[in-house]
């Protein structure tokens, strides 16, 4: 499986960032799959994932309400809209697969074996 990312940029607090992530492969259907990110000299960090059907959602409590995963398995390609950003907010964004498929969605990121090469996304203040 190789992950693409696309739509990081410079927001100003309180926008709105849309990201995408491109799939190869046959199997995305089968897949949950996960966003994290990585702010400077900090560890990779979950933000939120997704069932391989798109039914089922989680998120970490920093981005809950303002963001919204989602999923189109007929494009193969996983999304992130991110409404309300903060500063705090700043990090490159990861999309990551779970290849164990129809595993449920989870913040482990142990369970992610396939990423992307990530895009930064930057909140000023």
């Known amino acids: 499986v190789q992950l693409v990312e696309f739509g990081g940029g410079l927001v100003q607090a309180g926008g709105s960032l849309s990201l995408s992530c491109a799939a190869s492969?046959?199997?995305?259907?089968?897949?949950?799959m996960g966003w994290f990110r990585q702010a400077p000299g900090k560890e990779r960090e979950f933000v939120a994932a997704?069932?391989?059907?798109?039914?089922?959602?989680v998120y970490a409590d920093s981005v809950k309400g303002r963001f919204t995963i989602s999923r189109d398995n007929v494009k193969n390609t996983l999304y992130l809209q991110m409404n309300t950003l903060k500063p705090e907010d700043t990090a490159v964004y990861y999309c990551?697969?779970?290849?164990?498929?129809?595993?449920?969605?989870?913040?482990?990121?142990?369970?992610?074996?396939?990423w992307g090469q990530g895009t930064q996304v930057t909140v000023s203040s």
């Open positions: 990551a697969a779970d290849p164990v498929s129809y595993r449920a969605p989870t913040g482990r990121r142990l369970n992610y074996e396939y």
């Open positions: 492969g046959p199997a995305f259907s089968s897949y949950a």
């Open positions: 997704i069932s391989f059907g798109g039914g089922s959602t």
